[in-house]
Protein backbone atom coordinates (compact mmCIF):
# COMPACT_ATOMS: atom_id res chain seq x y z
CA UNK A 1 0.00 0.00 0.00
CA UNK A 2 0.92 3.72 -0.31
CA UNK A 3 0.91 5.85 2.66
CA UNK A 4 1.70 9.20 2.92
CA UNK A 5 2.74 10.00 6.94
CA UNK A 6 2.39 13.74 7.00
CA UNK A 7 4.71 14.39 10.60
CA UNK A 8 6.26 11.72 10.58
CA UNK A 9 9.27 12.20 11.86
CA UNK A 10 8.16 13.38 15.13
CA UNK A 11 7.89 10.81 18.38
CA UNK A 12 4.24 8.98 17.78
CA UNK A 13 4.87 9.80 13.92
CA UNK A 14 7.92 7.77 13.40
CA UNK A 15 6.85 4.87 15.70
CA UNK A 16 3.54 4.03 13.48
CA UNK A 17 6.60 5.15 10.07
CA UNK A 18 8.51 1.87 11.88
CA UNK A 19 5.32 -0.20 11.98
CA UNK A 20 4.35 0.61 8.70
CA UNK A 21 7.40 -0.09 7.35
CA UNK A 22 7.82 -3.69 9.16
CA UNK A 23 5.13 -4.26 7.64
CA UNK A 24 6.24 -4.02 4.09
CA UNK A 25 4.15 -0.76 2.72
CA UNK A 26 5.60 2.01 0.77
CA UNK A 27 5.68 5.02 3.27
CA UNK A 28 6.45 8.42 2.06
CA UNK A 29 6.92 10.89 5.47
CA UNK A 30 6.38 14.33 4.63
CA UNK A 31 7.26 16.62 8.02
CA UNK A 32 8.82 19.74 8.20
CA UNK A 33 11.33 19.03 11.11
CA UNK A 34 9.99 21.63 13.17
CA UNK A 35 10.23 19.49 16.24
CA UNK A 36 10.70 15.93 14.23
CA UNK A 37 13.90 14.44 13.15
CA UNK A 38 14.78 12.86 9.97
CA UNK A 39 16.61 10.54 12.06
CA UNK A 40 13.65 8.84 13.14
CA UNK A 41 12.58 8.68 10.03
CA UNK A 42 13.45 4.51 9.42
CA UNK A 43 14.47 3.30 6.20
CA UNK A 44 13.08 2.26 3.88
CA UNK A 45 10.66 4.97 4.53
CA UNK A 46 11.09 8.43 1.86
CA UNK A 47 11.32 11.32 4.25
CA UNK A 48 10.50 14.51 2.20
CA UNK A 49 11.43 17.94 3.79
CA UNK A 50 8.68 20.60 3.90
CA UNK A 51 5.12 22.20 5.50
CA UNK A 52 1.70 20.51 5.08
CA UNK A 53 0.90 24.36 4.08
CA UNK A 54 2.74 24.17 1.02
CA UNK A 55 0.29 23.02 -1.57
CA UNK A 56 2.34 23.28 -4.29
CA UNK A 57 4.45 20.67 -2.84
CA UNK A 58 1.84 18.75 -1.75
CA UNK A 59 0.65 18.45 -5.10
CA UNK A 60 3.88 17.38 -6.48
CA UNK A 61 4.11 14.66 -3.77
CA UNK A 62 0.36 13.51 -4.97
CA UNK A 63 1.19 14.10 -8.72
CA UNK A 64 4.17 11.15 -7.64
CA UNK A 65 2.39 8.97 -5.87
CA UNK A 66 -0.92 7.42 -5.68
CA UNK A 67 -1.83 7.37 -1.83
CA UNK A 68 -4.57 4.94 -0.79
CA UNK A 69 -4.01 5.86 3.18
CA UNK A 70 -3.15 9.06 4.96
CA UNK A 71 -2.12 9.79 8.21
CA UNK A 72 -2.09 12.92 9.94
CA UNK A 73 0.52 13.83 12.74
CA UNK A 74 1.71 17.01 11.83
CA UNK A 75 0.64 19.63 14.61
CA UNK A 76 2.23 21.51 17.60
CA UNK A 77 0.91 19.80 20.68
CA UNK A 78 2.18 20.97 24.06
CA UNK A 79 -0.02 22.56 26.27
CA UNK A 80 1.33 24.95 27.98
CA UNK A 81 2.66 26.42 24.98
CA UNK A 82 -0.79 26.43 23.29
CA UNK A 83 -1.77 28.72 26.26
CA UNK A 84 0.71 31.43 25.77
CA UNK A 85 0.35 31.50 21.58
CA UNK A 86 -2.95 29.98 20.59
CA UNK A 87 -2.73 31.10 17.00
CA UNK A 88 0.16 29.16 16.33
CA UNK A 89 -1.96 26.66 17.72
CA UNK A 90 -4.85 27.25 15.23
CA UNK A 91 -2.56 28.49 12.06
CA UNK A 92 0.10 24.85 12.20
CA UNK A 93 -2.43 22.61 13.24
CA UNK A 94 -6.40 23.74 11.39
CA UNK A 95 -4.65 25.57 7.94
CA UNK A 96 -2.30 22.14 7.73
CA UNK A 97 -4.62 20.29 8.12
CA UNK A 98 -7.35 22.23 5.50
CA UNK A 99 -4.41 22.12 3.09
CA UNK A 100 -4.39 18.60 3.50
CA UNK A 101 -7.92 17.58 2.84
CA UNK A 102 -8.10 19.95 0.03
CA UNK A 103 -5.20 18.43 -1.95
CA UNK A 104 -6.57 14.81 -0.64
CA UNK A 105 -9.84 15.38 -2.05
CA UNK A 106 -8.64 17.13 -5.52
CA UNK A 107 -6.75 13.43 -5.99
CA UNK A 108 -9.31 12.03 -4.59
CA UNK A 109 -7.76 9.99 -2.10
CA UNK A 110 -10.05 9.43 0.66
CA UNK A 111 -8.82 8.00 3.86
CA UNK A 112 -7.41 9.47 6.54
CA UNK A 113 -6.33 8.44 10.00
CA UNK A 114 -6.25 11.48 12.18
CA UNK A 115 -3.94 12.08 15.16
CA UNK A 116 -6.50 13.32 17.97
CA UNK A 117 -5.92 13.66 22.05
CA UNK A 118 -7.60 13.26 24.83
CA UNK A 119 -7.42 16.96 25.05
CA UNK A 120 -10.25 18.03 23.16
CA UNK A 121 -12.82 16.43 26.51
CA UNK A 122 -11.25 18.94 28.85
CA UNK A 123 -12.02 18.99 32.84
CA UNK A 124 -14.87 16.43 33.17
CA UNK A 125 -16.65 15.09 36.07
CA UNK A 126 -16.60 11.30 34.41
CA UNK A 127 -14.30 9.22 36.31
CA UNK A 128 -13.58 7.54 32.57
CA UNK A 129 -13.78 9.06 29.50
CA UNK A 130 -15.76 7.29 26.54
CA UNK A 131 -16.34 8.74 23.15
CA UNK A 132 -19.34 10.44 23.98
CA UNK A 133 -18.26 12.29 26.93
CA UNK A 134 -18.37 15.87 25.86
CA UNK A 135 -15.96 17.62 24.77
CA UNK A 136 -15.01 21.42 26.29
CA UNK A 137 -11.60 21.66 25.63
CA UNK A 138 -9.23 23.61 28.39
CA UNK A 139 -6.43 24.92 25.96
CA UNK A 140 -6.10 26.09 22.84
CA UNK A 141 -3.93 22.76 21.72
CA UNK A 142 -7.42 20.60 22.18
CA UNK A 143 -9.32 23.33 21.24
CA UNK A 144 -7.43 23.30 17.75
CA UNK A 145 -7.71 19.29 17.66
CA UNK A 146 -11.52 19.68 17.92
CA UNK A 147 -11.82 21.65 15.28
CA UNK A 148 -9.56 19.21 13.18
CA UNK A 149 -12.12 16.16 13.67
CA UNK A 150 -14.81 18.84 13.15
CA UNK A 151 -13.13 19.92 9.60
CA UNK A 152 -13.00 16.03 8.67
CA UNK A 153 -16.11 14.75 9.47
CA UNK A 154 -17.76 17.70 7.33
CA UNK A 155 -15.24 16.53 4.45
CA UNK A 156 -16.22 13.10 5.34
CA UNK A 157 -20.41 14.39 4.62
CA UNK A 158 -19.10 16.52 1.64
CA UNK A 159 -16.52 14.92 -0.22
CA UNK A 160 -16.70 11.48 1.12
CA UNK A 161 -13.11 11.36 2.69
CA UNK A 162 -13.46 8.33 5.67
CA UNK A 163 -11.93 8.48 8.78
CA UNK A 164 -10.86 6.56 11.84
CA UNK A 165 -9.97 9.41 14.55
CA UNK A 166 -7.95 8.15 17.28
CA UNK A 167 -8.11 10.38 20.77
CA UNK A 168 -4.41 9.42 22.55
CA UNK A 169 -4.21 10.01 26.21
CA UNK A 170 -0.86 10.12 27.44
CA UNK A 171 1.49 8.24 25.14
CA UNK A 172 5.00 7.07 26.44
CA UNK A 173 7.87 4.40 26.03
CA UNK A 174 9.69 3.92 22.71
CA UNK A 175 10.62 1.37 20.37
CA UNK A 176 11.55 -2.12 21.44
CA UNK A 177 14.33 -1.84 19.12
CA UNK A 178 15.95 1.00 20.58
CA UNK A 179 16.80 3.12 17.18
CA UNK A 180 13.89 5.23 18.06
CA UNK A 181 12.07 6.91 20.72
CA UNK A 182 11.00 10.59 22.34
CA UNK A 183 13.51 13.46 21.77
CA UNK A 184 11.65 16.89 22.49
CA UNK A 185 13.33 20.17 22.89
CA UNK A 186 12.50 21.05 25.07
CA UNK A 187 11.16 18.53 26.83
CA UNK A 188 7.71 19.01 28.70
CA UNK A 189 6.40 15.43 29.28
CA UNK A 190 6.42 14.07 32.59
CA UNK A 191 8.12 10.36 32.23
CA UNK A 192 10.73 11.61 29.77
CA UNK A 193 11.38 14.45 32.05
CA UNK A 194 11.36 12.58 35.26
CA UNK A 195 14.20 10.37 33.60
CA UNK A 196 16.43 13.27 33.84
CA UNK A 197 16.98 13.02 37.14
CA UNK A 198 18.64 9.52 37.30
CA UNK A 199 20.10 10.74 33.44
CA UNK A 200 21.82 13.39 35.82
CA UNK A 201 20.34 15.89 33.45
CA UNK A 202 18.31 17.48 36.19
CA UNK A 203 18.04 18.11 39.93
CA UNK A 204 14.33 17.35 40.88
CA UNK A 205 10.96 17.74 39.84
CA UNK A 206 8.37 20.49 39.70
CA UNK A 207 5.24 18.80 40.23
CA UNK A 208 2.47 21.18 38.93
CA UNK A 209 -0.40 21.60 41.74
CA UNK A 210 -1.16 19.30 44.14
CA UNK A 211 -4.16 20.74 45.43
CA UNK A 212 -6.50 18.64 42.84
CA UNK A 213 -9.38 16.46 43.18
CA UNK A 214 -7.68 13.54 42.61
CA UNK A 215 -6.41 10.52 44.83
CA UNK A 216 -3.11 12.41 46.22
CA UNK A 217 -4.03 15.70 45.02
CA UNK A 218 -1.75 15.64 41.82
CA UNK A 219 -2.49 14.98 38.31
CA UNK A 220 -3.91 12.11 36.91
CA UNK A 221 -3.73 10.37 33.47
CA UNK A 222 -3.90 7.38 31.67
CA UNK A 223 -0.45 6.19 30.06
CA UNK A 224 -0.48 4.24 26.84
CA UNK A 225 3.06 2.70 25.43
CA UNK A 226 3.87 4.13 22.05
CA UNK A 227 4.26 0.52 20.44
CA UNK A 228 0.26 -0.01 21.13
CA UNK A 229 -0.89 2.97 19.95
CA UNK A 230 1.33 2.27 16.63
CA UNK A 231 -0.90 -1.02 16.46
CA UNK A 232 -3.90 0.56 16.86
CA UNK A 233 -3.32 2.70 13.45
CA UNK A 234 -2.73 -0.33 11.51
CA UNK A 235 -5.90 -1.70 12.59
CA UNK A 236 -7.24 1.71 11.85
CA UNK A 237 -6.25 1.55 8.59
CA UNK A 238 -7.14 -2.04 7.78
CA UNK A 239 -10.91 -1.30 8.85
CA UNK A 240 -10.94 1.81 7.33
CA UNK A 241 -9.90 -0.36 3.56
CA UNK A 242 -12.31 -2.52 4.68
CA UNK A 243 -15.05 -0.19 3.78
CA UNK A 244 -16.28 0.14 7.40
CA UNK A 245 -17.93 3.15 9.05
CA UNK A 246 -15.43 6.26 9.87
CA UNK A 247 -15.23 7.00 13.30
CA UNK A 248 -13.56 8.07 16.60
CA UNK A 249 -11.79 5.73 19.36
CA UNK A 250 -9.89 6.72 22.18
CA UNK A 251 -6.49 4.96 23.31
CA UNK A 252 -5.77 4.70 26.67
CA UNK A 253 -4.95 1.78 29.34
CA UNK A 254 -8.01 2.40 31.12
CA UNK A 255 -5.93 2.96 34.01
CA UNK A 256 -5.40 6.43 35.71
CA UNK A 257 -1.48 7.13 37.47
CA UNK A 258 -0.99 10.52 39.59
CA UNK A 259 1.85 12.53 38.53
CA UNK A 260 3.15 11.84 42.03
CA UNK A 261 2.68 7.81 41.01
CA UNK A 262 4.75 8.21 38.19
CA UNK A 263 7.97 9.69 39.72
CA UNK A 264 7.79 7.11 42.99
CA UNK A 265 7.66 4.54 40.04
CA UNK A 266 10.74 5.75 38.26
CA UNK A 267 12.59 6.21 41.50
CA UNK A 268 11.82 2.29 42.00
CA UNK A 269 12.66 1.26 38.61
CA UNK A 270 16.47 3.29 38.35
CA UNK A 271 16.63 2.86 42.05
CA UNK A 272 17.57 6.98 42.56
CA UNK A 273 15.88 9.18 44.77
CA UNK A 274 14.15 11.72 42.29
CA UNK A 275 13.74 14.89 44.54
CA UNK A 276 10.59 16.80 44.12
CA UNK A 277 9.52 20.40 44.77
CA UNK A 278 5.67 21.51 44.73
CA UNK A 279 5.20 24.16 41.75
CA UNK A 280 1.83 25.98 41.27
CA UNK A 281 -0.88 24.46 38.50
CA UNK A 282 0.09 24.91 34.86
CA UNK A 283 -2.36 26.66 33.04
CA UNK A 284 -4.82 24.47 30.80
CA UNK A 285 -4.23 21.23 32.65
CA UNK A 286 -7.37 19.16 33.09
CA UNK A 287 -7.51 17.24 36.64
CA UNK A 288 -7.55 14.12 35.66
CA UNK A 289 -7.71 11.95 31.89
CA UNK A 290 -8.51 8.35 32.30
CA UNK A 291 -9.82 6.76 29.21
CA UNK A 292 -12.43 3.97 28.44
CA UNK A 293 -10.75 1.86 25.26
CA UNK A 294 -13.81 -0.43 25.42
CA UNK A 295 -15.13 0.86 21.84
CA UNK A 296 -11.43 0.55 19.97
CA UNK A 297 -11.01 -2.61 21.76
CA UNK A 298 -14.87 -4.02 20.82
CA UNK A 299 -14.81 -2.75 17.21
CA UNK A 300 -10.68 -3.00 16.32
CA UNK A 301 -10.18 -5.97 18.51
CA UNK A 302 -6.95 -3.58 20.04
CA UNK A 303 -6.06 -4.51 23.32
CA UNK A 304 -2.53 -2.97 24.64
CA UNK A 305 0.10 -5.29 25.13
CA UNK A 306 2.42 -3.06 27.14
CA UNK A 307 -0.35 -2.49 30.25
CA UNK A 308 1.66 -1.67 33.34
CA UNK A 309 3.99 1.20 33.74
CA UNK A 310 6.97 -0.65 34.35
CA UNK A 311 6.90 -1.75 30.59
CA UNK A 312 6.90 2.16 29.60
CA UNK A 313 9.15 3.33 31.80
CA UNK A 314 11.75 0.42 30.65
CA UNK A 315 11.17 0.97 27.25
CA UNK A 316 11.63 4.91 27.59
CA UNK A 317 14.93 4.44 29.75
CA UNK A 318 16.79 2.13 27.67
CA UNK A 319 16.19 4.87 24.45
CA UNK A 320 17.41 7.83 26.97
CA UNK A 321 20.39 5.64 27.86
CA UNK A 322 21.38 5.22 24.78
CA UNK A 323 20.82 8.15 23.28
CA UNK A 324 21.88 10.66 26.08
CA UNK A 325 21.39 13.75 24.02
CA UNK A 326 18.31 12.42 21.84
CA UNK A 327 18.63 12.37 18.10
CA UNK A 328 22.29 13.30 16.81
CA UNK A 329 22.17 14.48 13.59
CA UNK A 330 19.65 17.14 13.03
CA UNK A 331 17.59 18.96 15.90
N1 LIG B 1 3.79 17.53 35.03
C1 LIG B 1 4.39 17.99 36.18
N2 LIG B 1 5.69 18.40 36.10
C2 LIG B 1 6.42 18.37 34.94
C3 LIG B 1 5.77 17.89 33.76
C4 LIG B 1 4.46 17.48 33.85
O1 LIG B 1 3.78 18.05 37.25
O2 LIG B 1 7.59 18.78 34.94
C5 LIG B 1 2.37 17.09 35.10
C6 LIG B 1 1.49 17.97 34.21
O3 LIG B 1 1.02 19.07 34.93
C7 LIG B 1 0.39 17.00 33.80
C8 LIG B 1 1.04 15.62 33.88
O4 LIG B 1 2.28 15.80 34.56
O5 LIG B 1 -0.69 17.06 34.68
C9 LIG B 1 1.33 15.09 32.51
O6 LIG B 1 1.97 16.11 31.76
P1 LIG B 1 2.49 15.95 30.27
O7 LIG B 1 3.04 17.25 29.87
O8 LIG B 1 3.37 14.75 30.20
O9 LIG B 1 1.19 15.57 29.46
P2 LIG B 1 -0.22 16.32 29.32
O10 LIG B 1 -1.23 15.51 30.07
O11 LIG B 1 -0.14 17.76 29.66
O12 LIG B 1 -0.45 16.23 27.78
C10 LIG B 1 -0.24 15.04 27.05
C11 LIG B 1 0.12 15.41 25.63
C12 LIG B 1 -1.03 16.09 25.00
C13 LIG B 1 -2.27 15.26 25.15
C14 LIG B 1 -2.53 14.85 26.57
C15 LIG B 1 -3.68 13.89 26.61
O13 LIG B 1 1.25 16.26 25.61
O14 LIG B 1 -0.71 16.27 23.65
O15 LIG B 1 -1.37 14.23 27.09
O16 LIG B 1 -3.92 13.39 27.87
F1 LIG B 1 -3.33 15.98 24.75
Redesign the pocket.
Given at each position: MNILVVGGAGYIGSHIVKQLTDSNHNVIVLDNLQTGHAEAVTKPATFIKGNVKDKSLLRKIFTETSFDVVFHFAAN????ESMKDPLLYFDNNVSGLIALLEIMNEFAVKTIIFSS????YGDTPEEVITEDTVTIPKNP??ES?RMMEQIIQWCHTAYNINYVVLR?????GADLAGIIGEDHRPE????P??LQVPLEKREF?????NDYDTKDG?????YVHVVDLATAHLLAMDYLLEGKESTIFNIGSSTGFS?LE?INKVEEYTGKKIPIRY?S??E???HS?IASSKKIEAVLGWKPHYTDLDAIIDSAWKWHINHPDGYENDC
Open positions: SSVETAAVYGKYFNVATHLIIVITIFGTTVRDTIGRRGDPL
